[in-house]
């Protein structure tokens, strides 16, 4: 069983920046695709961004050109730099660890908030 656990969420204003991370136990991290999802209050979760194995990323049309997903396999770590947040961006983040479409783990979940 993979763990994986994330963090730097927070409170930011909008047009501002942060850095979530996620930690993946074990040592099959770089098997897998990995993918970070969103929840925000009274909504479903969508998926925000994924990349595969060696590095190829895709995203939401909302996040384009403002989100980047990477990954470093040698650190079993996955990044989501987000800029230019909008308050529309507030929810809790999760990653998550898929073969295909198939989801084998998740993290805890961090809350980002875009709040003045």
């Known amino acids: 069983q993979v763990q994986l656990v994330e963090s730097g969420g927070g409170l930011v204003q909008p047009g501002g920046s942060l850095r979530l991370s996620c930690a993946a136990s074990?040592?099959?991290?770089?098997?897998?695709?990995m993918n970070w999802y969103r929840q925000a209050p009274g909504k479903q979760r969508e998926l925000v961004a994924g990349?595969?194995?060696?590095?190829?990323?895709d995203y939401a049309d909302s996040v384009k050109g403002r989100f980047t997903i990477s990954r470093d396999n040698a650190k079993n770590t996955l990044y989501h730099q987000m800029n230019s947040l909008k308050p529309e961006d507030t929810a809790v983040y999760y990653c998550?660890?898929?073969?295909?479409?198939?989801?084998?783990?998740w993290g805890q979940g961090n809350q980002v908030t875009v709040s003045s």
């Open positions: 998550n660890l898929a073969l295909g479409a198939l989801s084998i783990s």
């Open positions: 074990g040592s099959l991290f770089s098997s897998y695709r």
């Open positions: 990349i595969s194995r060696v590095g190829t990323a």
